[in-house]
């Protein structure tokens, strides 16, 4: 049997390589094609996701503004210059969201989001952004729960620091992961994961063991590999059961008292269902990709600040002189890091050169179509995306310095760099949380949950890397430096 299922899957491969070594025959002539091995690079090499594209896709898409990559078991036209994004996220009617319950329904990763608010379009998308966006865009979020979150993030790194030996640092992914998916929880789904009282929580522990499976490079390229009957993806399917389960039983138990009148995302959620206006998968769909997005991208932007802040000891200084903190325990609030300059600038950088999401391929043409001024000819039922790591490091948009991190770009005041974040957004520089109509619902209550991690770490801590550490980031998937280490050294309380 396994012999069998070794040969069909060499078939498959080479039926595929034979037929996808070169794009379709109608596919655009006047942009070039990355060849197909670049997107197993990161399967098949160490090299990281900002090696390969600086590597082998920039030299080409940097020219021409896109390129015809393949990725997700197909050719696809990937996006950097600005003004094509902008153009692509501009006509959702022709470049029409499409995500993986229909590019690749078959796969793990399918299962594992679903159809949902992000990746649905037309009638039912309005369906599902209805319901959700009161509970995700209001204005009175828990800011004393999330800070009190992050006080018990630094306070469980700091315990774990001195349990090292010298010079060595702590392991911050665990920890970060479980602060943010503690504090969705308890800002927008009423629920209490226990993920900062245990480190073994059942919703943590399965997601952390599904996650190392779903992100794997040579699944992401070649999703047509979960149809064969391989042990780790059987296994991987099984999970994303659990996970759900989990996931939903845990919370529909814990908001179950909520009064009738409660206007948090999860009662909206529950309403919906409850009155047919979704199905219950829908509503399962929906819970899964509220935790899974509102968790993640947090997770690995403060995992990315915290490799900044620890390479760069004077920002660090910046920060602290900024706040003029008068003892590691001093109160803040919102509007004070609202307003500082340093803290706006430094996320915002931190985010442009490292966005969560690097590249994302999930739209799909409802007819042929031109693109730019150049005249890219797509045709119908294409999907088309783009990679905010060229779009955010692209020098006709950004200056030679693009792929420098320098936070003064954003402007002086945090006002003026609030301005520019939402006019770079609107022309396709700065999409770290998509833009045009379909822009990340979550976004606001994502950069408060920053803000106060980095400040509750600088107030109580400095940080440094690991002796002798040489950071890379992820090679495929979401963008993080991996394995992270940093060294916590507390400050005095006065």
């Known amino acids: 049997m396994a012999l069998l299922v070794i040969a069909g899957i060499l078939i498959a491969l080479a039926l595929l390589l034979h037929r996808a070594l070169s794009p379709p025959s109608n596919f655009p002539r006047n942009i070039p094609t990355i060849p197909i091995w670049v997107s197993l690079l990161g399967f098949f090499t160490n090299l990281d996701q900002l090696e390969i594209y600086a590597q082998y896709i920039k030299p080409s898409i940097a020219v021409h503004g896109a390129v015809i990559y393949f990725f997700g078991g197909r050719w696809n036209i990937l996006v950097q210059r600005p003004e094509l994004l902008s153009e692509v996220l501009k006509h959702e009617d022709v470049y029409a969201k499409s995500g993986n319950q229909k590019k690749i ?15 649905a379009h037309g009638e039912t998308w309005k369906s599902y952004r209805t319901v959700m966006q009161p509970g995700l865009q209001r ?14 993030l630094v306070g469980l790194m700091i315990e774990a620091q001195r349990k090292l030996p010298v010079g060595k640092g702590v392991m911050v992914n665990p920890f970060i992961q479980r602060f943010a998916m503690q504090t969705l929880g308890e800002t927008v789904l009423g629920t209490d994961f226990k993920t900062l009282d245990s480190d073994t929580p059942p919703i943590h522990t399965i997601h952390s063991q599904l996650k190392a499976q779903i992100f794997k490079p040579l699944y992401l390229v070649a999703p047509f590999l979960d149809k064969f009957p391989i042990e780790s993806r059987q ?51 929906n819970l899964k990709i509220t935790f899974i997005a509102g968790h993640e991208n947090v997770q690995q932007g403060l995992n990315t600040c915290l490799y900044l802040l620890a390479a760069q000891p004077a920002l660090q200084t910046s920060l602290r002189a900024e706040f003029s903190f008068p003892s590691p325990d001093a109160a803040i609030d919102i509007a004070n890091m609202k307003a500082s300059p340093t803290l706006t600038s430094f996320l915002l950088e931190t985010l442009r050169l490292y966005p969560p999401i690097p590249q994302l391929l999930n739209r799909c043409t409802t007819t042929s179509t031109t693109l730019g001024p150049s005249n890219i000819q797509i045709p119908k039922d294409t999907y088309v995306g783009w990679t905010a790591t060229g779009a955010h490091r692209d020098t006709a948009a950004w200056g030679e310095d693009a792929a420098v991190f320098r936070p003064e770009r954003w402007g ?83």
């Open 235 to 285: 296994k991987a399917r099984v999970l994303v059961h659990e996970f759900e389960n989990e996931l939903v039983t845990t919370v529909l138990e814990q908001t179950k008292d909520f009064p009738e009148d409660d206007d948090r995302l999860i009662s909206l959620m529950k309403r919906a269902r409850a009155d047919g206006t979704w199905t219950e998968q829908q509503f399962r769909d």
């Open 139 to 152: 204005q009175d979020f828990d800011f004393k729960g999330i800070q009190k979150n992050a006080g018990k």
């Open 105 to 119: 329904p078959y796969s793990v990763l399918a299962a594992f989001t679903g159809d949902n608010v992000i990746s």
């Open 412 to 494: 002086v005041s945090a006002e003026e760099m609030h301005a520019n974040m939402r006019k770079w957004t609107a022309r396709g520089k700065f999409v770290p949380f998509h833009g045009g109509r379909r822009a990340c619902l979550g976004q606001g209550v994502a950069m408060v949950e920053l803000r106060v991690a980095v400040v509750e770490c600088l107030r109580r801590s400095k940080l440094s890397l690991e002796d002798g550490a040489t950071v890379k980031f992820t090679p495929a998937g979401l963008l993080a430096p991996m394995g992270l280490r940093v060294r916590f050294e507390e400050l005095e309380k006065t």
